[in-house]
């Protein structure tokens, strides 16, 4: 008898080990399996594609890529300008008034062909709104007549002059304020359109994630509820239940099977968002891994406002913007007034019939001209303009005054909603660990007849079932406030840095 139960023993040792290696093989090729046909996405990974790949990332760089280019084109305009002006040639032929020699006047047939080329050097002077201009040009005509024909050329090897608003608008000295501030704004722009990449892939992320927990939620229930079904059928059987209690179950089980169907066409919709988004054309299946660890930090209220007005875009807005204002008032207030233009050249000149003699014993020559401009009667048009002006600059400030008060109270609040995600996050994980050993203890309860009432059963799942999805819920708003703060301030707290990016490498990109 002894011999018989430890053979019986051996065997059943040896059976129950045989089947841990099959099934450990089984595992492992699975295991294998689902590494080279799922693609495994942290949170982490899932930016940096989104900041590489997605469409939004592309506008933006696209967006800054033209604002780079606007500031380098009104930079060059301020640098020396080279130009060369030609004409090859100026044909006419007509009948006109010619002068003879005892100053009597007669109709001839003209015709004539005019040459000319110059180089011209031009400067602005952006504090004064002036231009210099160093010039060299060449001119030659020739006339046609009957039996012969003349050829005259007039050289101007070197001209020096400027022009010089005296009471006009400035525009070349408000633009030098403004535009570098344009170009400050569009990198700080750029910089928050980043972060807002990094929101919207994270909102990518864990609906999908969502959607992914809820399926994996969906075919758990709808095991549970097939197995309860199974077992509440055995108890009907032997009168153990009502058949309300059996009812109960099976529409339990109906809705748990309309449920996976719902839940698996919401993680197909899901999963092809983020696919778009991330522009991943792979067909392998994405299994996204949750972020198992959050940062968690201080931030003082005062110092997140002091970054943001330092450091974005909408803390530079207000000073650009006041600045425009006070440029439009000075504009009002010097076009259509009382304005004078002063123009001076000194040069060199001479002409003759061949182009080297046009270039021996130059003469002088000089131009001085002053342009008045006197507004005489214009029926308060100028007075009307600058008063609009100055209304524009009224309410421009007003709005500023109420935005910056909008902004500020906005940083306060995000730099509390994330404050207080900490605790957040904290009581949605204790929730749901609570809600899922409520659940398991009420299931085997009622498995092993403890627990005779179906509701409860069934709130125990709702509850259970919520409180996961509520514990995803606060990690995802969790993540999506802390990169908020990082939007609205352009200030890394975790790292305490700012958040910058090198210029030439997105340019040469």
């Keep these: 008898m002894i011999i018989k139960k430890i053979n019986f023993l051996i065997l059943k040792y040896c059976f129950t080990g045989i089947l841990v290696v099959i099934f450990g093989i089984k595992s492992i090729t699975a295991q294998r399996v689902e590494s ?22 592309l506008i933006n760089i696209h967006r800054f890529r033209r604002s780079y280019w606007e500031y380098r084109s009104f930079r060059a305009g301020y640098l020396p300008n080279m130009t060369m002006n030609a004409t090859l040639p ?35 002077i952006g504090l004064t709104g002036g231009e210099v201009f160093l010039q060299s040009g060449l001119q030659r005509l020739d006339n046609y007549f009957v039996d012969t024909t003349t050829n005259q050329f007039l050289s101007t090897p070197i001209s020096i002059g400027f ?100 839940a698996d066409l919401d993680y197909q919709d899901m999963l ?79 002409t003759a019939n061949t182009i080297g003699d046009a270039y021996k014993n130059p003469l002088d020559e000089e131009r001085v001209s002053l342009g ?14 600058i008063r609009m002006a100055e209304s524009s600059y009224d309410l421009i400030q007003t709005s500023i005054d109420q935005e910056r008060l909008d902004f500020d109270q906005n940083i306060f609040l995000k730099v509390m909603q994330f ?28 498995m092993i007849g403890k627990v005779n009432d179906v509701l409860e059963l069934n709130n125990a799942q709702i509850d259970n079932d919520n409180a996961k999805k509520g514990y995803y819920s606060a990690l995802k708003n969790y993540w999506n406030n802390y990169f908020e703060i990082r939007r609205i301030t352009l200030f890394d707290f975790r790292n305490n840095q700012k958040i910058s990016f090198d210029t030439d490498d997105l340019i040469e990109k």
Excluded: C
């Design 372 to 385: 008045l401009t006197i507004p005489i009667l214009d029926w308060g048009q100028a007075r009307g303009r």
């Design 419 to 446: 404050s207080m995600q900490q605790n957040q996050l904290m009581i949605a994980a204790k929730a749901d660990t609570v809600a899922q050993k409520r659940f398991d203890v009420t299931q085997k309860r009622y």
């Design 36 to 57: 080279t046909e799922n693609i495994l996405l942290s949170l982490n990974e899932t930016i940096e594609l989104a900041l590489e790949r997605s469409p939004d990332a």
């Design 272 to 350: 092809f968002k983020f696919k778009s988004y991330l522009r991943l054309t792979s067909n392998q299946s994405i299994v996204l891994v949750p972020p198992s660890t959050t940062p968690h930090f201080s931030i003082q209220v005062e110092e997140a406002i002091n970054e943001a007005h330092t450091n974005t875009s909408s803390g530079l807005a207000f000073d650009r913007r006041m600045l425009e204002a006070e440029s439009e008032v000075s504009m009002a207030r010097l076009q259509g007034r009382f304005d004078a233009e002063l123009f001076a050249s000194y040069g060199l000149t001479q």
């Design 163 to 262: 022009r010089q608003p005296i009471f006009g608008y400035n525009d070349y000295k408000w633009d030098k304020q403004i535009e570098p501030m344009r170009y400050k704004e569009a990198k700080r722009t750029y910089l928050e359109s980043r972060e807002q990449v990094a929101i919207t892939a994270i909102n990518h992320f864990f609906n999908l994630l969502m959607a992914q927990v809820e399926r994996k939620i969906a075919l758990k229930n709808q095991s549970n509820y097939d197995t309860l079904f199974n077992i509440a059928k055995g108890r009907y059987v032997l009168g153990k239940i009502a058949e309300n209690e059996l009812l109960q179950l099976e529409l339990n089980l109906l809705r748990a099977d309309a449920a996976v169907e719902n």
């Design 90 to 124: 100026n044909f006419t032929r007509s009948i006109d008034a010619i002068t003879q020699s005892d100053g009597s006047e007669s109709y001839r047939d003209r015709t004539l062909s005019r040459y000319s080329a110059d180089i011209s050097l031009t400067q602005k």
